[in-house]
């Protein structure tokens, strides 16, 4: 959970106030990037219309929650989190994926709750605000979810000055059996190359070092835009912005065709990370979960990879314990995780979701037996994160520097290696300043963090890694 509260956000663009006295409004961003995004875009509108953003909710008049619903932890957060929230007498607006999950739940359990605002229908948060003051209790969720912000829709950014998520699309085509996605969030919506471009350059120009792609499937960006993938394109494009890092996550096999590898290949300032979330290896559970590659082998995909992309990190996510798997199935997950010697991995225990073709499938694996799996997976890839950490001792590298801890005059930034939240970081000595990319010789390793000293950049330093 991000409650927002340790700084108010820097906005993306000048946003004018309204001479008006507006109540305050504090946000609580829950759930993962695309989330953010979204709260983000709430913000600048709230702010441009004239309302105070406050990141201190107890002086706040409205607490706009934006929640998450993808699995049952994160919905425990939500519901945790509101119902802290209306203890204490707030008056809350729910927005995001639980509140499109569960509408009518929430306005019937959460009195507190002065509105809801469903995932497609975020950029009416000035007209709800506008109606809830009139005395309204505000229902602002549709079916209809067709809704992309794009660069002209104001920003306040709630990450790291240095860094910002650019959102390519929005919504998914997939049916995967286990997902919820689709119903929460609508079919793939991509934004047109022009209208990206546009926003990396205002990024850019805010000192942004570091652009993060995403969307639900980023490698199918373009396809219903343009009837064919663009991700090559889009990649090449973005090499022209003057920003130094360019990272992508949520990169699906699917999409890793010759012409994106080229593209990577060929664009200095992508960085050569991919996130790949494979979910299993096993050809049964891969075809249970209705995986659009069921049919192929993930091995000749990591293979092609490290053959076209041999400084690559490669990250990726799996779900133990689905419908059916047997210890077969697991121990192939093992070996091939083994096999791959992936840099990072997140484990995830199988979690039921009303709604999806995997809630009604036979062979629920106990519960015990999904967080054994997850422990025996993760205890064998903690060995192989620290062996592809402890390669990187002696090594000089580019560090973005992120924070600074006054009493040590210790750095903490991440290499290019480690992406913002879900990777580990790299603690740094000597002169820098914060967002800046300094030159880092590595000089320790531990399973997840790295540890460096800052030195004069060697002839021929890549400031991408590359």
């Not at 998520?165 to 934004?191: M, N, T, W």
């Not at 293979?303 to 314990?321: D, H, N, Y």
């Not at 694996?365 to 903690?382: S, T």
Request: net charge negative.
């Amino acid at each position: 959970m991000n409650r927002l509260e340790t700084a108010l956000p820097t906005p993306s663009r000048s946003l004018s106030a309204s001479p008006k006295e507006a109540p305050a409004v504090a946000v609580v961003h829950l759930g993962c990037e695309k989330n953010r995004v979204d709260t983000e875009h709430m913000m600048g509108l709230l702010a441009q219309a004239g309302y105070r953003v406050e990141g201190d909710e107890e002086s706040a008049d409205y607490i706009i929650v934006n929640t998450c619903s993808f699995i049952e932890a994160a919905r425990r957060e939500s519901v945790s989190t509101l119902m802290e929230l209306a203890v204490q007498g707030k008056k809350l607006i729910i927005a995001g994926c639980l509140a499109q999950h569960f509408q009518e739940e929430l306005l019937r359990e959460i009195p507190e709750a002065v509105a809801i605002v469903g995932t497609g229908d975020y950029h009416q948060i000035v007209q709800v605000m506008e109606r809830v003051e009139r005395g309204e209790r505000v229902n602002a969720v549709t079916s209809s979810l067709d809704y992309i912000a794009d660069e002209t829709v104001p920003r306040y950014r709630t990450t790291h000055a240095p860094v910002a998520y650019l959102r390519v699309a929005e919504g998914c085509d997939y049916r995967c059996s286990f997902c919820i996605i689709p119903h929460l969030r609508g079919k793939q919506r991509s934004r047109p190359i022009e209208s990206i471009l546009r926003e990396a350059e205002q990024l850019a120009a805010e000192g942004v070092q570091e652009l993060i792609l995403i969307s639900q499937i980023t490698t199918n960006y373009g396809i219903d835009l343009y009837g064919e993938p663009r991700l090559a394109e889009l990649i090449r494009a973005l090499g022209k912005i003057p920003i130094p890092w360019v990272r992508m996550l949520y990169a699906y096999p699917t999409g890793i065709t010759p012409a994106v590898v080229e593209a990577i290949q060929e664009t200095p300032n992508f960085l050569l990370y991919l996130d790949l979330p494979l979910q299993h290896s096993h050809p049964e559970i891969l075809k249970a979960m209705n995986r659009p590659w069921q049919d192929q082998v993930n091995d000749r995909l990591i293979e092609r990879l490290r053959q076209a992309l041999p400084k690559a990190v490669l990250r990726t996510s799996f779900i133990v314990g689905f419908p059916g798997e047997t210890e077969e199935h697991f121990q192939h997950l093992l070996d091939f995780v083994q096999r791959h010697q992936f840099d990072h991995v997140g484990v995830f225990t199988f979690s039921p979701e009303e709604g999806t073709p995997a809630y009604h499938l036979p062979h629920q694996v106990p519960e015990r037996v999904k967080k054994e799996r997850r422990a025996r997976l993760m205890q064998l890839q903690q060995g192989i994160a620290f062996r592809r950490n402890r390669e990187q001792v002696g090594q000089v590298v580019p560090v973005l520097l992120e924070q600074e801890n006054p009493r040590t005059g210790e750095w903490i930034g991440r290499s290019p290696r480690f992406a913002p939240e879900v990777d580990g970081v790299v603690y740094v000595r000597g002169p820098g300043s914060l967002g800046s990319l300094v030159p880092v010789q590595i000089t320790r390793a531990e399973p997840y963090d790295l540890f460096g000293q800052v030195v004069e950049a060697p002839q021929g330093f890549s400031w991408s890694g590359r």
